[in-house]
């Protein structure tokens, strides 16, 4: 692939790494995050991590703020975002889908959980 190439696919999509602090666990926060992953077409993955949850999410640049906006007014109750912080993060490869991770994951390799819906 050459530069060009790269500056074209880097500029179609962005990733980033989405910390969410709040009643976001145990409330099914991470369920709700992964089926608006799916609906926004986003891949990656979703782990609650010390008391807060972390989103890796990667895809183009309207997708995902559309994402962090449904996050904000679309999570239902008892769930609740009292505070989010966005930073960029390294693109994950395409046909990664979008997956909860289990709780407490080493940030660069979530093991994905299957759930049972």
Known sequence: MTAAHRAAYAGAERAEMIRIAGRVQGVGFRAGAQDLALQ???RGW???VGRG???HACGPPERLDAFVRALGEDIAPP???EHMQREPA???P???GFVIAATDT???SPTA???QR
């Open 40 to 42: 926004y077409g986003l």
């Open 46 to 48: 979703v782990a609650n």
């Open 53 to 55: 949850v972390v989103i």
């Open 79 to 81: 769930a609740r975002i």
């Open 90 to 92: 390294e693109l994950l």
């Open 94 to 96: 395409r046909g990664a």
């Open 106 to 108: 080493p940030m660069s």
């Open 113 to 115: 959980r299957n759930p």
